[in-house]
């Protein structure tokens, strides 16, 4: 019956081990992310990024640089698809201009909009930088395999793209607001305010998930739908750790201001 309801919204999952294992295996390592982030052990950067560990022995990355290793990458694997699937039809050229768009907004971000007062080490970064281009390559060519199977009963390109689109402005948006809390010179954190961060302190989370949300509506297939709902897990975890560090750092943080889902959560 579950099986039945799931291929009229998704294409059957494809015959590739390498698909169906990064499936199970994004979702596992992402969830596992998120409940550590809750426990307090931390991926390390932002201003987490000399948490569980000693900086001074580790190799350190100015944030801009180990922000660009993050994610060109997986910018440059999505932009090559379109030459390496050319002619894969339409839902396949939404999902590799979304892929792609997604991973060119980080980049030009992080070098036009965000202002870093921290560092990077190269131990987190290297295992980030690769979870990012092997799910972007994965992401597009588990939609090329889809080629000559019958599309699913219920389609769900155009709202992806809608939701894909909110997602994409939303996380930008926030990101600018992020930005102009900081003067020129000024490294110091201060309470984000305007937007959705009077309901929320990772609003910018929040539109993440309704991006790859888009995503996984415009692709259909299993890789996408297994990313998201661990890329969720994941965010939920980073967004509490987020919210308990500015409770300890303010004393006048508004705690009517909840993690990432206003009012729930």
Not at 99 to 106: I, N
Not at 124 to 134: G, K, M, N, T
Not at 233 to 248: D, P, V
Request: charged share 15%; aromatic share 16%; net charge positive.
């Amino acid at each position: 019956m579950v099986m039945s309801v799931l291929l009229n919204i998704i294409f059957p999952p494809p015959p590739s081990l390498f698909v169906s294992a990064m499936s199970l295996i994004s979702f596992v390592s992402l969830a596992n992310a998120g409940f550590s982030e809750m426990k307090g052990k931390h991926l390390n950067y932002s201003k987490f990024w000399n948490s569980n560990t000693n900086p001074q022995k580790q190799i350190k990355l100015s944030s801009k640089s180990g922000m660009l290793l993050l994610y060109t990458p997986a910018f440059l694997a999505a932009a090559a698809s379109f030459w390496i699937f050319p002619h894969d039809g339409i839902r396949s050229t939404f999902l590799q201009g979304a892929v792609t768009l997604h991973f060119f907004k980080r980049v030009f971000e992080v070098l036009f909009v965000h202002k870093y007062s921290g560092a990077m080490l190269l131990d987190s970064a290297l295992p980030i930088s690769l979870s990012y281009f092997l799910s972007s390559a994965t992401m597009i060519y588990a939609q090329h395999l889809t080629q000559g199977l019958p599309e699913p009963q219920m389609d769900l390109l155009y709202p992806g793209v809608v939701l894909f689109l909110v997602g994409i402005v939303g996380n930008f948006y926030h990101h600018y607001l992020l930005s102009n809390l900081r003067g020129k010179g000024e490294k110091e954190y201060k309470i984000p305010k305007g937007g959705l961060f009077e309901f929320v302190i990772c609003p910018h989370y929040l539109f993440e998930i309704i991006g790859f949300v888009g995503v996984s509506f415009i692709s259909q297939t299993l890789y996408p739908i297994s990313f998201t709902i661990g890329t969720t897990f994941y965010l939920m975890g980073r967004s509490y750790a987020t919210r308990r560090w500015y409770l300890s750092k303010f004393e006048d943080f508004p705690k009517d201001v909840k993690a990432l889902f206003p009012f729930v959560f």
